[in-house]
């Protein structure tokens, strides 16, 4: 099972970001999303497609519906510059390529 | 909340091996899951596989079978906040094993689980 991401997203500070994960009826399937930024370790912001772990700001979002999964950022700030990458079940654990995000 | 510390960095030649230990606290070590996941320079993140600690069972991606074998060790801690470390053995080294490595914690009995905490990493670098 494979699972497609943009290479990037560019948003202005303050307004909205949607980070796609893509494949096949990825609809069926719980999508957990990670960020990263440079020199530090993933940290979960959405698990089974739309839960936010404790201390996430509300400003993230998730839903997954057909074949695309989105990550949603809301209010963007210069802080949630990183990559961000989803995770499906497919036989085994898939990540996507992973999407930098740029606040502008 | 609960916390995994991996040990440092490494060197090693092509063909050696590296062991590399990530100690958890903060938690009951035996009723969760330890995964590993490695990133290449510049690359995205790339599944290993996981060991049950809950239960011993382990399942390796097909692409290190052969070279990787995961362990934890439950011996330290009391029986109701139980520390304890889990190690990712990498054999038959190569240059592209050249990354950084974590471990992350996953709660097991889910098909696909999430990992909600992760390790700070270890770099190996593969180089002679």
């Known amino acids: 099972y494979e699972v497609t991401q943009p290479l990037s997203v560019s948003v202005a500070q303050g307004q909205t970001a949607n980070i796609t994960c893509e494949g096949d009826n990825i609809g069926f399937k719980n999508v957990h999303w990670y960020q990263q930024k440079p020199g530090q370790a993933p940290v979960l912001v959405i698990y089974k497609d739309k839960n936010r772990p404790s201390g996430i700001p509300e400003r993230f979002s998730g839903s997954n519906s057909g074949n695309t999964a989105t990550l949603t950022i809301n209010r963007a700030q210069a802080g949630d510059e990183a990559d961000y990458y989803c995770?499906?079940?497919?036989?085994?654990?898939?990540f996507g390529g992973g999407t930098k995000v740029t606040v502008l | 909340q609960g916390q995994l510390v991996q040990s440092g960095a490494e060197i090693k030649k092509p063909g050696a091996s590296v062991k590399v230990s990530c100690k958890a606290s903060g938690y009951n070590f035996k009723n969760y899951g330890i995964s590993w996941v490695r990133q290449g320079p510049g690359q995205g993140l790339e599944w290993m596989g996981w060991?049950?600690?809950?239960?011993?069972?382990?399942?390796?991606?097909?692409?290190?079978?052969d070279r990787v074998t995961m362990t934890a060790d439950t011996s330290t801690g009391t029986a109701y906040m139980g520390s304890g470390t889990a190690y990712m053995e990498l054999r038959t080294l190569r240059s592209d094993d050249t990354a950084v490595y974590y471990c992350?914690?996953?709660?097991?009995?889910?098909?696909?689980?999430?990992?909600?905490?992760w390790g700070q990493g270890t770099q190996v670098i593969v180089s002679s």
């Open positions: 995770q499906v079940w497919g036989g085994g654990v898939v």
């Open positions: 992350a914690r996953f709660e097991v009995g889910a098909t696909n689980p999430h990992f909600d905490f």
């Open positions: 060991i049950n600690v809950y239960d011993g069972s382990i399942n390796y991606v097909q692409t290190f079978q």
